[in-house]
């Protein structure tokens, strides 16, 4: 089963186990994770599931699309370079996946 | 659903008085509707420390979901419906939070000191302590002659989409009644599920007021350029079925020319659910009226998202000025000022409302409110596909509406929420960056 860390603003972690082909967003919200808001529920309009990715994860991640890019000069906390949003990321089989929320998504 | 969550419950949390009747323990907060604005509120008010029992009750016999996605991902089957589901079970066992699916309210009695019982159809009573008002709106019926036709159709909730879905795959030619954002949702939806779909508006253009007149054309044009049959001015007379039968064949025009349709699918706005605040006597005009901290008229039941009136959350508008917003974000906004009024804290409502609509490749995100603007400055890159008009008053933006446009969407909604202003001149080259001419106004 792929497996979520979320490293909050102040360092508490929560892990979340997720379901293969769901996103790291909908892992998030339905399981009440707190540093992730998610309003337009995954359809790339609000940049509130914004993500920092631990850097020796990032290779195993889909390809930003130019959408996501976009919308990630919006974010409420600035864009770094291991900024994603969360929910244009899939699980797959297996996938340990370290992310940190930022300390404000609005 | 789980049915013993009460029992489950910290002991501090737990309901009261339970009664062997099979009449549910009396709940803290009785949520009606368990939509948006409803799971918002739950999970707002378990954030802010609100340690009652929360009793969440929907009509629909689902668990709350989202309902943007029902005319656009869902309806073309890009995503399935577990993953419309706002909160696991396990997520409102842990929290407390009963949820009661298929219970339609119908009456309400009231204490003098705000707590109560509500009825449901099915004769179910649900005592509460204190009342919450999510009940959003219904879609508004288009009374002709055949709208009891089977394969006549809304879109609303998930058992509309749902139904939509079981016809769609028989269907060859729909005509959507409405050109507003669902009827065009649905209708790029339908037609890229390759069927011959053709849009009526009964007004001069699309999308009413929600947009502005070159935003509105520029849909038109998009559409019809994607293949979209278009048609303005246009309602129909009736609809009809073939040799007497029970399912919708064609649509009349007013001119007498039929349309073929197996499915016909109306959007023509909706109407908000008052009929259980008026039974309360709670002040109803256009939605329930609320104050600033979405309590209703009797200063204690707070009333949310689609079925509030409220005042314009927009900060500098007119005192006095009051709105309905149909928006996922309203929903969001106004659910955690009602979180913080039924925890004693005042928290005024203030905030740029957003909306987004997508519509085939088309990426509408609309950023605060345009009504009363006296000019409008047009971004447009043809060879990129995007589209921004923001909107001023007084030399103020105070809205815009981008199409694949994120970057001037992100920077026109940043800036209405610092107060800032983004000058009109400098807006109107495309190759600038709206964030780099954002100025403290």
Partial sequence: ?106 | MSTNAVENAAPAAAAEDATPSGTPARTGLLIIGASQSGVQLAVSLRALGFDEHITLLGDEDHRPYQRPALSKEFLQGTVESESLIFRSNEYWDEHNVDLVKGEYIVRIDREADGSGVAHSSSGKQFPFKRLALTVGARARKLEIEGGDLDGVLYLRNADDALALKARVGDAHDVVVIGGGFIGLEAASSLQKMGKNVTVLEFGPRLVGRAVGEETAEYFLQAHRSRGLDIRLSTSAARFRADDGGAAVSGVELQDGTVLPAQIVLIGIGVIPNTQLAEQLGLTVDNGIVVDRFALASDGTTVAIGDCANMPNPVPGSAPGERIRLESVNNAIEHAKVAAYSLTGRREEYAGIPWFWSNQADLKLQIAGLCNGYDQTVLRRDEERGKFSVLYYRQGQVIAADCVNAPLDFMAVKNALAKGQNIPAEAAADPATPLKTITTDS
Avoid: K, W
């Avoid at chain 1, 082909?21 to 540093?35: F, K, Y």
């Avoid at chain 1, 995954?42 to 990715?53: I, K, N, P, Q, Y």
């Avoid at chain 1, 631990?54 to 919308?71: G, K, S, T, V, Y």
């Avoid at chain 1, 600035?78 to 297996?94: K, P």
């Fill in chain 1, 1 to 106: 089963m792929p497996t979520v860390h979320f490293t909050d603003a102040e360092g508490a972690v929560r892990d979340v186990q997720g379901n293969s082909g769901d996103s790291v967003m909908e892992t998030a919200v339905r399981n009440g994770v707190p540093g992730i808001v998610a309003e337009c529920g995954g359809s790339l309009s609000c940049a509130t599931c914004h993500v920092f990715v631990r850097d020796d994860c990032l290779a195993q991640l889909p390809p930003m699309e130019d959408m996501e890019d976009e919308m990630l000069y919006g974010t409420a906390v600035d864009r770094e370079d291991n900024s994603r949003l969360s929910c244009q990321l899939r699980l797959t089989d297996g996938l340990e996946l370290f992310v940190t929320t930022p300390e404000t998504q609005v």
